[in-house]
Structures are given as structure tokens and as C-alpha cells.
């Protein structure tokens, strides 16, 4: 591919430094080296409350599914937290 940098006449702006091309389809986004990035939703349990051994459990399970994924794969996690006034009533 021709590279089409020298013959710009503008100063780079932030979309240079994205990487994304295009989105494909919801949550699923070309990145411009051809690559692909999906983007999901996690909401889990409360581990502040959580024993040591929940938390081994917890973590074993996360680590089984990661590692069949195998070579080639890049996983970033992003927390946001919140505060919260009240925990929410028990449906059962």
C-alpha cells in the first residue's frame, strides 16, 4: 500500500493515532493493521465481600477459559465502579 503521509497537508489529529478503520458490526470494530477488536460487557459478582477461597475458585475458572484461547489473542480489561447507597434486594 502506497504510504500517503508525505503528501499530507494537515497536522495529525487524534483518529491518526486510533487504531480503528471501521466498525463492522455492533462491538466488533476493523482496526486499520486488519486486525479485529470486540467489545463486550462484563458486569460480576461483589468480590470485596468475597472469602479467599471464593476468590481462588473465581480465578481458576477465569484463567481455564483464557488459556484455551490460545496464541495470538490480547485481552484488556477496563474497570469502572461505582458507589453504591444500598445493596440491591435478593429476588429469591
Known amino acids: 500500500m502506497m504510504n500517503l503521509a508525505e503528501y499530507r497537508r494537515r497536522s495529525q ?3 491518526d493515532f486510533l487504531p480503528w478503520a471501521a ?3 455492533r462491538g466488533v470494530i476493523l482496526n486499520k493493521d486488519g486486525s479485529f477488536q ?3 460487557r ?3 459478582p ?3 465481600s468475597a472469602t479467599a477461597s471464593e ?3 473465581i480465578t481458576s475458572r477465569l484463567n ?4 484455551r484461547l490460545g496464541s ?3 485481552i484488556f480489561v477496563e474497570a469502572q465502579r461505582e458507589a453504591a447507597n444500598r445493596y440491591r434486594q435478593c429476588l429469591s
Open 64 to 67: 481455564n477459559a483464557l488459556r
Open 46 to 48: 461483589d468480590l470485596d
Open 72 to 74: 495470538g489473542w490480547a
Open 13 to 15: 489529529s487524534l483518529a
Open 55 to 57: 476468590l481462588v475458585a
Open 38 to 40: 470486540r467489545t463486550a
Open 42 to 44: 462484563f458486569r460480576g
Open 23 to 25: 466498525l463492522v458490526e
